[in-house]
């Protein structure tokens, strides 16, 4: 089994980087692995394959959006050490990432609402905890989108940024209420 102490060594580091959107970013992908278990454990589940397929795609995807994240988060640190360098856009842009981190966890969270039903035993505890991670996920790159985007009130991504998080908190509300 892998060493968790590596990854919080790493997360605990003084350097800036990983920071708290690869983190959010990290934290759904596992959400989604999870998803990805709780799938593959269960055979009388008609839809697991699907899940199982959708569930790997949104791994996969969010630990690339993780690593962008990672990127684009030093690239506008090193836009604040410039002046000149047009900081209000480089937040701008460094919105995007958070934002479809917020999206992607938002899905897993679906997905996971569904898992929870229709998942085998005990792997409807493995879909409402995912349900769980993923919505804080959500909520933690959302507070990202907001910071980046606060020299741009009225963005029409914090719109999109607010139904996404409160997707993903209504599919964990769902997920955790699901008898088990």
Known sequence: MADPRELTELISSTEVSPASGWVAGVSAALAAALLVKAAGRSEGWSG????????TDLRDRLLELASQDSQAYESAL?????????????LAAAANLPLALVEAAADVALLAAEAAECADGGSRADAAAAAAL??????????????NLSTVPGDERLEAVRRAVETAD???????ATEI
């Open 78 to 90: 090193e836009a604040l050490d410039r002046p000149d360098a047009g900081l209000a856009e480089a």
């Open 134 to 147: 993923a919505a804080g996920a959500a909520h933690a790159c959302a507070k990202l989108v907001a910071v």
């Open 48 to 55: 697991a394959r699907g899940a199982r397929a959708q569930a």
């Open 170 to 176: 209504d599919a964990a509300r769902q997920a955790l």
